[in-house]
C-alpha cells in the first residue's frame, strides 16, 4: 500500500508540492495565530472584568466631597440606561449588533475595499464588542496586527459574555471626553444629572461624541456637536427607531442647554481628603484593594456644613492678619531680616532697599504668609467634623492641624489646672499673683511677667485661668504639681508630643499640634472620656459590601468631677475672661469653656473652646515661627474672632445647639468667705458659692469671721 503511495506521488510531483504547501500554510497559520494569541486576555481573565472605577468621598450626610481616581468612571447598570441611548448606540456604531458573533463581516468586507481604493487605512470595522476589546485590552494603533488581535478578543468576549453584558461593560468603559469615562459620568459632566435622567436628545449627543469626543464637544465645538447630534437622530429614524415628530422635536432641541459643568474643580477639604487618602492607601493595599481603582464609597466624619463655615471665616480673617503681620515686619524687622539673609549689609543699604517698592514685596511674598489651623471633633466619639490645614493646598499640602506641633502659650493651662484638681486642690485655692524668680540648670534667672505685666495678692485658681494669669501657672507648678504629673496628665488627655518637664511648662513652651490639643480640650467636654480623632467611618466596595469599619477609640482620662471642675473654670473664661469676645462681639451664647493662648513675641495665637457637642481650635501663625503676627495680635484678637464666627454660625444654622454640660454627683456646691475662700460661716459678709469635689469640700468654717468666747 505504501509503495503504490510513494509511486504515486512519484509519478505526480505536483501532489508533493501540493500537500508540502498546505502543510506550511497550515503551520503558519498556526503559528501566526499563536503568535497574534500571545499577549491576549484568557477567557479566565475575559471573565473577570473589573472596571477601573473612582472611589467616591462622602460626608456624615452623605454629600459628596470628592473622589479618588486614575480614570473618572463609574459602573453603570444597563436595565438604569434609557433604551433610547442603547438604539442610538446601536444604530450609529453596529446596527448588526444583535445578530454578529463579535465581528461583522459585510461591514470587514467594506472598510477593505475601502482602505484598498484609498491606499491607506481609512475605514474602520469595528463593532461595539471590538471596541470594547480595543479599550479593554489593546492600544489604538492603527494596524493589521492590532485589528487581527481585536478580532480574536472580541469573538472571545462574545463566548464569554451576553450582549446585555457587553453594552453594560461598554457603556461603562468608553470614553466621552472632558475626562468623563463611562455613560453615567458623561451624563453628569455634560448635563449635571444621572444618565437615566437624560432624553431623547441628550442620549444622542452622548452617542455622538463616542466618534471623536474632542471634536464635537458641546463646549468647545458646539456647532460641530449639534450636526452629530442630528446626524445620530437621523440613523435612528432611518431605522425606524424613533418617529419623525421624534426627530423633529430632538433635533429642534438647542446645545445652549448645555451647561459646563467643572467636575474637576478637586476634592472639597483639601487637607482633611489628604489625611484621609494618606491613612486609607496602606490599610486597603493589605486587603488587596484599590482605592484609585476599585469604586470604594469612602464614608467620612465630615460635616461639609461646618467645613463651609470654617474655610468662609478663615479666609477673608487671614488676608487681614496678612496685612497687619507685613506691617509689623516693616516696622520692627525689617533689618534685622536683612542683617540674618546679608550679613555685613550696611544701614544706608538696607534704607535704601527699603525704598525699593519691587524688592519689598518680594521679601514680603517670601517671609509673611500668615497661616491658619481650624480643627473639629465630636467629644464623644472623636469623630473630625472639619479641618482646615492652611490658606491654600494648591500651593503648600503641609497640614498645620496635623503636622505642625506649635507652642500652645496659655491655651496649654487648663491641663495644668487640671492636674492639681486632680490632687484635691479647688477652683477657690490661692495663689500668690507676684514676681517670681526661677532658677535654671544653667545658672540663669527667668522672671516671667503676666500678658498685661499686672502684679496682685492671692488669686484664686479660677481667677488666675479666667485672667490667664502667667504668675499663677508659674507658682501652680512651684507649690501644687511638679511639671512631671503635669505631663502624665497631658499624655492621658491624649497630647503625645514630648513636653519639656520645667516650669516654662505652665506658659505652654512646649509645641503641640492642634487636633492634638483640641482632642484634650474635647475629654473635658467628654465628662473625662478621652476618644481617639478619626477621620473614616466606613468604606464599602461598589457593590455596597462593607469592607471596613473604623473601631473608635477611648479611654477614662479623667474623672468626670474633675472634667466638670474645669469646664466650669473655663466657662468663666469664655462668659467673663479673655475669651468674653464671644460673647458680646460674635453673638455667640451657647453653653461653653474656652481659653486662649499667645506666645512670646506674638509668633502664635489660639483660641480652644468646646460645647457638650463640639470641640475647636483656631491656630494663626506664620510657618517660619521668628517672624511675629504684630503687636498686640494675642490668641484673644488674632484666633478668638475667626473661631466665634465659626460657632455662631454653626449656633446660627443648627448644626450645634443649647445643652448644658452634665454635672456629676461628686461635684458639690458649698458656699465659701469671699476674704478667705474658706468654708463660710454665719458671720461671712458677702458669700459665695464654689465647686468642690465631694471628697475635698472644706469641713472647717471660716477662721477670720468667728465669734470668740
Same mark, same amino acid.
Request: charged share 25%; with cysteine; glycine share 6%.
Given at each position: 500500500m505504501?509503495?503504490?503511495?510513494?509511486?504515486?506521488?512519484?509519478?505526480?510531483?505536483?501532489?508533493?508540492?501540493?500537500l508540502?504547501?498546505a502543510?506550511?500554510?497550515?503551520?503558519?497559520?498556526?503559528?501566526f495565530?499563536?503568535?497574534?494569541?500571545?499577549?491576549?486576555?484568557?477567557?479566565?481573565?475575559?471573565?473577570?472584568?473589573?472596571?477601573?472605577?473612582?472611589?467616591r468621598?462622602?460626608?456624615?450626610?452623605?454629600?459628596?466631597?470628592?473622589?479618588?481616581?486614575q480614570?473618572?468612571?463609574?459602573?453603570?447598570?444597563?436595565?438604569?440606561?434609557?433604551?433610547e441611548?442603547v438604539?442610538?448606540?446601536?444604530a450609529?456604531e453596529?446596527?448588526?449588533?444583535?445578530?454578529?458573533?463579535?465581528?461583522?463581516l459585510?461591514?470587514?468586507?467594506?472598510?477593505?475595499?475601502?482602505?484598498?481604493?484609498?491606499?491607506?487605512?481609512?475605514?474602520?470595522?469595528?463593532?461595539?464588542?471590538?471596541q470594547?476589546a480595543?479599550?479593554?485590552?489593546l492600544?489604538?494603533?492603527?494596524?493589521?496586527?492590532?485589528?487581527?488581535?481585536?478580532?480574536?478578543?472580541?469573538?472571545?468576549?462574545?463566548?464569554?459574555?451576553?450582549?446585555?453584558?457587553?453594552?453594560?461593560?461598554?457603556l461603562?468603559?468608553?470614553?466621552?471626553?472632558?475626562?468623563?469615562?463611562?455613560?453615567?459620568?458623561?451624563?453628569?459632566?455634560?448635563?449635571?444629572?444621572?444618565?437615566?435622567?437624560?432624553?431623547?436628545?441628550?442620549?444622542?449627543?452622548?452617542?455622538?461624541?463616542l466618534?471623536?469626543?474632542?471634536?464635537?464637544?458641546?463646549?468647545f465645538?458646539?456647532?460641530?456637536?449639534?450636526?452629530?447630534?442630528?446626524?445620530?437622530?437621523?440613523?435612528?429614524a432611518?431605522?425606524?427607531?424613533?418617529?419623525?415628530d421624534?426627530?423633529?422635536?430632538?433635533?429642534?432641541?438647542?446645545l445652549?442647554e448645555?451647561?459646563?459643568?467643572?467636575?474637576?474643580?478637586?476634592?472639597?477639604?483639601?487637607y482633611?481628603?489628604?489625611?484621609?487618602?494618606?491613612?486609607l492607601?496602606?490599610?486597603?493595599h493589605?486587603?488587596?484593594?484599590?482605592?484609585?481603582?476599585?469604586?470604594?464609597?469612602?464614608?467620612?466624619?465630615?460635616?461639609?456644613?461646618?467645613?463651609?463655615?470654617?474655610?468662609?471665616?478663615?479666609?477673608?480673617?487671614?488676608?487681614?492678619?496678612?496685612?497687619?503681620?507685613?506691617?509689623?515686619?516693616?516696622?520692627?524687622?525689617?533689618?534685622?531680616?536683612?542683617?540674618?539673609?546679608t550679613?555685613g549689609?550696611?544701614?544706608?543699604?538696607?534704607?535704601?532697599?527699603?525704598q525699593?517698592?519691587?524688592?519689598?514685596?518680594? &521679601?514680603?511674598?517670601?517671609t509673611?504668609? %500668615?497661616?491658619?489651623?481650624f +480643627? $473639629?471633633?465630636?467629644?464623644?466619639?472623636?469623630? *473630625?467634623? =472639619?479641618?482646615?490645614?492652611?490658606r491654600?493646598?494648591?500651593?503648600?499640602?503641609?497640614?498645620?492641624a496635623?503636622?505642625?506641633?506649635?507652642?500652645?502659650?496659655?491655651?496649654?493651662?487648663?491641663?495644668?489646672?487640671?492636674?492639681?484638681l486632680?490632687?484635691?486642690y479647688?477652683?477657690?485655692?490661692?495663689?500668690?499673683?507676684?514676681?517670681?524668680?526661677?532658677?535654671?540648670?544653667?545658672?540663669?534667672?527667668?522672671?516671667?511677667q503676666?500678658?498685661?505685666?499686672?502684679?496682685?495678692?492671692?488669686?484664686?485658681?479660677?481667677?488666675?485661668?479666667?485672667?490667664s494669669?502667667?504668675?499663677?501657672? &508659674?507658682?501652680l507648678?512651684?507649690?501644687? %504639681?511638679?511639671?512631671?504629673? +503635669? $505631663?502624665?496628665?497631658?499624655?492621658?488627655?491624649? *497630647?503625645? =508630643?514630648?513636653?519639656?518637664?520645667?516650669?516654662?511648662?505652665?506658659?505652654?513652651?512646649?509645641?503641640?499640634?492642634?487636633?492634638?490639643?483640641?482632642?484634650?480640650?474635647?475629654?473635658?467636654?467628654?465628662q473625662?472620656?478621652?476618644?481617639?480623632?478619626?477621620?473614616?467611618?466606613?468604606?464599602?466596595d461598589?457593590?455596597?459590601?462593607?469592607v471596613?469599619?473604623?473601631?473608635?477609640?477611648?479611654k477614662?482620662?479623667?474623672?468626670?468631677?474633675?472634667?466638670?471642675?474645669i469646664?466650669?473654670m473655663?466657662?468663666?473664661?469664655?462668659?467673663?475672661?479673655?475669651?468674653?469676645?464671644?460673647r458680646?462681639?460674635?453673638?455667640?451664647?451657647?453653653?461653653?469653656?474656652?481659653?486662649?493662648g499667645?506666645?512670646?513675641a506674638?509668633?502664635?495665637?489660639?483660641?480652644?473652646?468646646y460645647?457638650?457637642?463640639?470641640?475647636?481650635?483656631?491656630?494663626?501663625?506664620n510657618?517660619d515661627?521668628?517672624?511675629?503676627?504684630?503687636?498686640?495680635?494675642?490668641?484673644?484678637?488674632?484666633?478668638?474672632?475667626?473661631?466665634?464666627?465659626?460657632?455662631?454660625?454653626?449656633?446660627?444654622?443648627?448644626?450645634?445647639?443649647?445643652?448644658?454640660?452634665?454635672?456629676?454627683?461628686?461635684v458639690?456646691?458649698v458656699?465659701?468667705?469671699?476674704?478667705?475662700?474658706?468654708?463660710?460661716?454665719?458671720?461671712?459678709?458677702?458669700?459665695?458659692?464654689?465647686?468642690?469635689?465631694?471628697?475635698?469640700?472644706?469641713?472647717?468654717?471660716?477662721?477670720?469671721?468667728?465669734?470668740?468666747?
Open positions: 505504501t509503495g503504490r503511495i510513494t509511486s504515486k506521488v512519484g509519478r505526480h510531483p505536483w501532489l508533493l508540492l501540493a508540502a504547501s502543510f506550511f500554510i497550515v503551520s503558519s497559520g498556526a503559528l495565530l499563536l503568535w497574534l494569541s500571545r499577549g491576549l486576555p484568557s477567557l479566565e481573565t475575559l471573565e473577570r472584568y473589573t472596571p477601573t472605577l473612582s472611589s468621598v462622602y460626608d456624615i450626610h452623605d454629600n459628596l466631597i470628592g473622589e479618588f481616581y480614570e473618572r468612571r463609574s459602573h453603570v447598570d444597563l436595565e438604569k440606561v434609557p433604551p441611548l438604539q442610538a448606540l446601536i450609529t453596529d446596527r448588526r449588533f444583535r445578530e454578529h458573533w463579535g465581528i461583522d459585510n461591514r470587514i468586507v467594506g472598510a477593505i475595499w475601502v482602505d484598498l481604493t484609498h491606499l491607506s487605512y481609512k475605514q474602520g470595522a469595528s463593532t461595539i464588542t471590538q470594547l480595543r479599550n479593554l485590552y492600544n489604538q494603533d492603527k494596524n493589521v496586527v492590532r485589528k487581527l488581535r481585536e478580532i480574536l478578543t472580541a469573538i472571545q468576549i462574545e463566548r464569554a459574555y451576553s450582549k446585555d453584558e457587553i453594552l453594560e461593560m461598554y461603562t468603559q468608553t470614553y466621552f471626553g472632558h475626562g468623563a469615562y463611562g455613560v453615567q459620568r458623561a451624563a453628569l459632566r455634560y448635563f449635571d444629572k444621572d444618565i437615566e435622567d437624560c432624553d431623547l436628545a441628550e442620549c444622542a449627543l452622548l452617542v455622538g461624541l466618534k471623536a469626543p474632542g471634536n464635537y464637544s458641546p463646549f465645538e458646539p456647532e460641530a456637536g449639534l450636526r452629530r447630534r442630528n446626524l445620530v437622530l437621523q440613523l435612528m432611518g431605522q425606524d427607531l424613533i418617529t419623525p421624534q426627530l423633529k422635536q430632538a433635533s429642534a432641541s438647542p445652549t448645555v451647561s459646563y459643568v467643572n467636575n474637576d474643580a478637586g476634592l472639597k477639604a483639601p482633611f481628603s489628604e489625611r484621609v487618602r494618606n491613612e492607601e496602606p490599610l486597603l493589605r486587603m488587596d484593594l484599590d482605592l484609585y481603582r476599585d469604586g470604594l464609597n469612602i464614608h467620612t466624619t465630615l460635616d461639609l456644613r461646618l467645613q463651609e463655615l470654617a474655610e468662609k471665616a478663615l479666609e477673608p480673617w487671614l488676608a487681614r492678619q496678612d496685612t497687619l503681620a507685613r506691617a509689623a515686619f516693616l516696622k520692627t524687622e525689617w533689618a534685622d531680616h536683612l542683617r540674618r539673609e550679613p549689609i550696611s544701614d544706608s543699604r538696607i534704607a535704601a532697599l527699603r525699593d517698592k519691587a524688592y519689598v514685596q518680594e &521679601v514680603l511674598n517670601s509673611i504668609n %500668615v497661616q491658619a489651623a +480643627v $473639629a471633633l465630636d467629644p464623644h466619639s472623636g469623630a *473630625i467634623r =472639619a479641618m482646615v490645614g492652611g491654600d493646598f494648591s500651593k503648600s499640602e503641609y497640614n498645620r496635623t503636622q505642625a506641633r506649635r507652642q500652645p502659650g496659655s491655651a496649654f493651662k487648663p491641663i495644668l489646672y487640671i492636674a492639681a486632680e490632687q484635691g479647688a477652683p477657690s485655692t490661692r495663689l500668690l499673683n507676684q514676681d517670681v524668680v526661677v532658677e535654671e540648670s544653667d545658672g540663669t534667672q527667668w522672671t516671667p503676666n500678658y498685661d505685666d499686672s502684679r496682685g495678692g492671692l488669686t484664686t485658681l479660677r481667677e488666675g485661668l479666667r485672667m494669669y502667667n504668675l499663677v501657672a &508659674v507658682r507648678l512651684m507649690d501644687l %504639681v511638679p511639671p512631671r504629673r +503635669v $505631663a502624665e496628665t497631658a499624655s492621658r488627655m491624649g *497630647i503625645s =508630643a514630648p513636653l519639656e518637664l520645667n516650669y516654662t511648662l505652665a506658659l505652654g513652651s512646649s509645641g503641640i499640634s492642634p487636633l492634638e490639643l483640641t482632642s484634650a480640650y474635647a475629654c473635658m467636654a467628654n473625662g472620656i478621652w476618644c481617639r480623632p478619626f477621620d473614616v467611618e466606613s468604606v464599602t461598589s457593590k455596597g459590601k462593607l471596613y469599619r473604623n473601631r473608635p477609640l477611648s477614662d482620662a479623667l474623672s468626670p468631677g474633675v472634667a466638670y471642675l469646664t466650669d473655663l466657662k468663666t473664661t469664655i462668659d467673663h475672661g479673655t475669651g468674653g469676645p464671644a458680646w462681639r460674635y453673638g455667640f451664647t451657647l453653653p461653653a469653656g474656652g481659653k486662649t499667645t506666645t512670646n506674638y509668633t502664635d495665637a489660639w483660641f480652644v473652646g460645647t457638650p457637642q463640639l470641640a475647636a481650635a483656631v491656630w494663626v501663625g510657618d515661627p521668628r517672624y511675629a503676627l504684630g503687636k498686640g495680635q494675642s490668641g484673644g484678637a488674632a484666633a478668638l474672632p475667626p473661631w466665634a464666627m465659626v460657632m455662631a454660625a454653626a449656633q446660627e444654622q443648627g448644626l450645634i445647639t443649647a445643652e448644658n454640660f452634665q454635672r456629676p454627683e461628686s458639690v456646691d458656699y465659701v468667705c469671699s476674704e478667705t475662700m474658706e468654708r463660710a460661716g454665719a458671720l461671712c459678709p458677702s458669700p459665695v458659692s464654689e465647686l468642690f469635689l465631694r471628697d475635698f469640700e472644706p469641713r472647717e468654717n471660716c477662721h477670720l469671721h468667728k465669734l470668740d468666747y
